[in-house]
C-alpha cells in the first residue's frame, strides 16, 4: 500500500478522535462563551466509568457485543450527573463574569475532578481493551487496522451530523442560536436561557465523557490523561475557530492529517507539526479558521 | 487568680521536665528511630508499574528489618538495632515540585536519610540539592548515566546500575540470538529517556551490527495516547527488530493497539524496559517479545535466600511477584543497612562514617552481589541480563534467558557512556 494511502486513512481515523474529543469544547464555549478547562476532566471520568460499567458487564459474563452500550451508557451518566452538579452548582454563580473568571473557576474543577477520580478509582491504571479488538480487523494492502477504528470514524460523523442538524433544522436549535447571538435579547423574548446553559453544558459534557468513553478500550485508564487531551483539544478548537461546530470539524482534519503526514514521513517533527500548523493558522487568523464575525453591541 | 496560672505553669515545666527525663531514659535504653524518607510515584503514569511496587516493596522491607527477619547477613533488627520509620511521599509533579518536597523531607519532617527517585528528571533535579543541604540521598530507580558522569557528589549514592546497559545488553542479545538481522526501527517517547536510549541502541548496533540499517525512528510524545500512525509506519517499514524504551501507560496502550494489528508478527519486539509489565499485559505480550530489567532483577534475579524472602514479604503485600522496581528499592535499604552497620562502629553514627562505609562498599541483595564502583564509588555497578517471553498456561514466562557481566555493558570510570559505545564498547584492561 503506498504511503499516501496509509497517510489519509491513518489521519481519517485520528481526526475523528480528535473531533470526538474536542466537539464538547466548543459547543459548550460556542453557546455559554466558557473555555471549559474541565473538559479533560470529564473526558478521564467518562474513560473510568467506561472502565467500571463495561468491566462490570464483561466480569458478569453478559455478551461482550453489550459492553459496546456500556461505553455509551458510561458517557451518558457521566454527562447526567456531572453536568447539572457543575452549571447549576457553580457556574451559574458566575456567569456575567470575565471570561478569564470563568477560566479560572472551571481550572479549579478540572483539579477537584482530578483529585475525586483519584479517591474513586485510585492511582492504579485500568483498562478494557475487549471492546477495541472484539470487531475483528480488516485488511487495507500490507496494513490491518481494527474495526473499531471504522466504528470511531462513523460515530464521530454521526454526533457531528446530529449535532448540525439539531442546530440549524430543529426549533431547539434556533433557539440555542438565538441565546449564542444575544442572551439578554433571548431571555427578554422569552427564552429560558437557564434552562438553554443547563442543557448545552449538560450535553457538552456527555459529549466530552464520550470521547474518554470510546477511547478507553485503546489505552490504559490512570491518573493523568485529562491533561494530556485537553492541549490537544484546545489546539483543535482553536485552529477551527472557538465555539464553531464546522470549526472544530476542519481543525480535527486538519491536525490528524499533518499529524500522520509527519509520523509517516517526518517522524523527528510530529509533536512540532500540530503546534506549527496551529502557530501558522492564527498568524493568518487570530480567531481560527471559521470564527464568526461578532456583531458590535451599542 | 494569677498566683494559680504561675504555680500552674510551674506543674507543667514540672511535668515536661518528667516527661523529658523519662524519654531521655527510654532513649538510653531503646536507641532512636532512624527516619527515612521514601519518594515514588504514588500516582500519575509511572505509578502502576513503577511507584506502587517500590512503595510496596519499600513497606515490606522496612517492616522485615524492624523485625529482624531479613536472611544473613542482615539479621540485626533495623538500621544497627535501631527501628526504621518510613515517611513516604508523591514523586509526580515535576521536577519544581519534587524539589520542594525534599527540602520539606529535610527541614519540617526531619528524616535522617532519603530514599527514592524513579524519573531521571527528578534525579537531576534532586542530587545538587542533597548536596547542598548535606543530606544522604540513595537514588534507587533512575537510569540517566548523566547523574555521576557529568558532576561528582558526596552525598548522593544510586545503588543499581545506569541505564546505559539496557541498550547495550539489547543490542548483544538481538546480535548473538538473530544475527541474521537486517532492520531494526524503533519507537520511543520524546523525552530525555526516549531519545537517549534510542540513542545508544542505535550506537551499539552500529558497532555490533553495521550492516544493519535503520528504517524508522518514531518519537511520540509522552503521554500521546494514540499510536495508530505510528503502528502503520512501523508496520510499512518492515522492521525485523522493533526497539522501544516505552513504559506506564504509553508502553500498555501501544501494545493495546499493536497486538490487534499483527505488528509483531512482522517485527520482534525489544522492550527494554519491559520486566515490569510481564504481569501487566499477561497475554498482550506477544511471544517471543524480548524484555530487561536494568540488571539481574525481578525474573532475572539468581536464586538464592534473599530473593525468596523479598518475594514472600511482597506477596503478603501484593498478588504477584515483585518486579525490577521492588527489586532496586529492597537494593538500596540493603546497602544502607551495610553502611550504616559498618559506621556504626563510630557511634553516633555521622554523616561522614556512612558515605566512607557505602563509597566502594560490596553488598549482597536479592538481585546478587551489587559493587559500588562507578562515580568515585557512588554508582553501583552489575551484571544483567535479557531473555524473551513465552506464554505458558496463560502465564508470560521469560525463557532463553542470558546474562552479561558488568563489565561488558558498563563503560568504565571516568567514560562517558556515549564515548565509550562509539568506542567499540571495550571492557577496562
Known amino acids: 500500500m503506498s504511503h499516501f494511502l ?49 468491566g462490570y458487564w464483561l466480569a458478569t459474563g453478559h455478551a461482550p457485543m453489550g459492553s459496546y452500550a456500556m461505553l455509551v451508557l458510561a458517557a451518558i451518566v457521566v454527562g447526567l450527573i456531572a453536568g447539572p452538579v457543575i452549571e447549576r452548582g457553580l457556574l451559574r454563580f458566575v456567569y456575567g463574569k470575565e471570561e478569564v473568571v470563568l477560566v479560572l473557576v472551571t481550572y479549579a474543577v478540572f483539579l ?35 474495526t473499531y477504528s471504522v466504528v470511531l470514524v462513523g460515530l464521530s460523523l454521526l454526533v457531528a451530523l446530529v449535532l448540525a442538524l439539531v442546530l440549524n433544522k430543529t426549533r431547539q436549535g434556533k433557539i440555542l442560536q438565538a441565546v449564542i447571538h444575544d442572551r439578554e435579547m433571548s431571555a427578554a423574548m422569552g427564552i429560558n436561557v437557564s434552562r438553554v446553559y443547563l442543557v448545552t453544558f449538560t450535553v457538552g459534557v456527555m459529549l ?27 489546539a483543535v478548537v ?39 500548523v496551529m502557530a501558522l493558522v492564527l498568524i493568518v487568523r487570530p480567531k481560527g479558521l471559521f470564527a464568526a464575525p461578532e456583531a458590535r453591541k451599542i | 487568680m494569677s498566683k494559680f496560672f504561675s504555680r500552674t505553669k510551674v ?31 504514588l500516582s500519575g503514569p509511572a505509578a502502576g508499574p513503577f511507584g506502587v511496587p517500590a512503595r510496596l516493596a519499600a513497606e515490606a522491607v522496612v517492616e522485615s528489618l524492624n523485625a529482624g527477619k531479613v536472611p544473613a547477613p542482615y539479621t540485626t533488627k533495623g538500621f544497627g538495632g535501631a527501628p526504621i520509620e518510613l515517611v513516604v511521599i508523591d514523586e509526580a509533579g515535576g521536577t519544581t515540585k519534587q524539589v520542594s518536597e525534599y527540602r520539606n523531607l529535610v527541614s519540617r519532617q526531619n528524616v535522617d536519610y532519603i530514599i527514592g527517585y524513579i524519573s531521571s528528571g527528578d534525579c537531576l533535579a534532586i ?26 557528589y558526596k552525598y548522593v549514592f544510586r545503588t543499581r546500575p545506569h541505564a546505559t546497559m539496557d541498550a547495550v545488553a539489547a543490542a548483544l542479545y538481538l546480535t548473538e540470538q538473530f544475527p541474521d538481522i537486517k532492520t531494526y526501527g524503533g519507537i520511543n517517547q520524546n523525552y530525555a529517556w526516549g531519545q537517549d536510549s534510542w540513542s545508544d541502541f542505535e550506537l551499539a548496533m552500529k558497532t555490533l551490527k553495521p550492516s544493519a540499517t535503520v528504517t524508522t525512528s518514531q518519537m511520540p510524545k509522552f503521554g500521546a495516547g494514540q499510536y495508530g500512525a505510528e503502528i502503520s509506519a512501523l508496520m510499512q517499514s518492515n522492521s525485523d527488530v522493533i526497539h522501544s524504551s516505552l513504559w506506564g501507560g504509553d508502553l500498555e496502550a501501544f501494545m493495546m493497539q499493536a497486538v490487534p494489528r499483527g505488528l509483531f508478527k512482522k517485527s520482534k519486539l525489544v522492550l527494554v524496559a519491559g520486566e515490569p509489565y510481564l504481569h501487566r499485559l499477561g497475554s498482550n505480550m506477544p511471544d517471543g517479545t524480548i524484555v530487561g530489567a536494568r540488571g539481574t532483577n525481578g525474573v532475572f534475579a539468581p536464586e538464592g535466600k534473599l530473593k525468596t524472602w523479598l518475594k514472600e514479604i511482597y506477596r503478603t503485600k501484593a498478588d504477584h511477584d515483585p518486579n525490577y522496581p521492588a527489586y532496586v528499592t529492597a537494593m538500596a535499604f540493603l546497602g544502607l543497612k551495610t553502611a550504616y552497620e559498618k559506621a556504626k562502629a563510630k557511634v553516633p553514627v555521622s554523616d561522614d562514617a556512612l558515605i566512607a562505609a557505602l563509597e566502594h562498599s560490596t553488598f549482597e541483595s536479592p538481585s546478587g552481589r551489587v559493587v559500588m564502583g562507578l562515580g568515585k564509588g557512588h554508582q553501583a555497578v552489575m551484571g544483567t541480563a535479557y531473555g524473551s517471553t513465552k506464554l505458558v498456561n496463560g502465564q508470560v514466562t521469560v525463557v532463553n534467558i542470558k546474562q552479561y557481566p558488568a563489565e561488558r555493558v558498563t563503560p568504565p570510570e571516568g567514560v562517558s557512556s556515549a564515548d565509550w559505545i562509539k568506542g567499540g564498547m571495550k571492557p577496562k584492561q
Open chain 2, 11 to 41: 506543674a507543667i515545666a514540672l511535668m515536661l521536665g518528667g516527661v523529658g527525663l523519662f524519654s531521655g531514659s527510654a532513649h538510653a535504653q531503646n536507641p532512636q528511630p532512624v527516619r527515612v524518607g521514601f519518594v515514588t510515584f
Open chain 1, 208 to 234: 466530552a465523557a464520550l470521547g474518554g468513553a470510546l477511547t478507553a478500550p485503546t489505552i490504559s485508564v490512570q491518573p493523568g490523561i485529562a491533561a494530556e487531551v485537553i492541549v490537544l483539544a484546545f
Open chain 2, 127 to 152: 542530587a545538587p540539592v542533597a548536596e547542598e543541604v548535606k543530606k544522604i540521598t540513595i537514588l534507587v530507580d533512575c537510569g540517566t548515566p548523566r547523574v555521576f558522569e557529568e558532576a561528582s
Open chain 1, 6 to 54: 496509509a497517510i489519509f486513512i491513518d489521519g481519517v481515523i485520528y481526526s475523528s478522535w480528535l473531533f470526538i474529543i474536542a466537539v464538547g469544547l466548543t459547543l459548550i464555549y460556542g453557546v455559554m462563551k466558557i473555555l471549559n478547562v474541565a473538559h479533560g476532566s470529564l473526558y478521564a471520568l467518562g474513560a473510568y466509568a467506561a472502565t467500571a460499567l463495561g
Open chain 1, 112 to 146: 477537584i475532578l482530578e483529585d475525586l477520580t483519584k479517591l474513586a478509582f485510585g492511582v492504579d491504571p485500568l483498562s478494557i481493551p475487549e471492546p477495541y479488538a472484539l470487531l475483528g480487523s480488516f485488511e487495507v494492502g500490507d496494513l490491518v487496522y481494527p
Open chain 1, 238 to 276: 482553536v485552529i477551527g475557530g472557538l465555539g464553531s461546530l464546522g470549526g472544530a470539524a476542519l481543525g480535527a482534519v486538519i491536525v490528524g492529517m499533518v499529524r500522520a503526514w509527519a509520523v509517516h514521513k517526518l517522524p523527528e517533527v510530529e509533536l512540532f507539526s500540530v503546534y506549527a
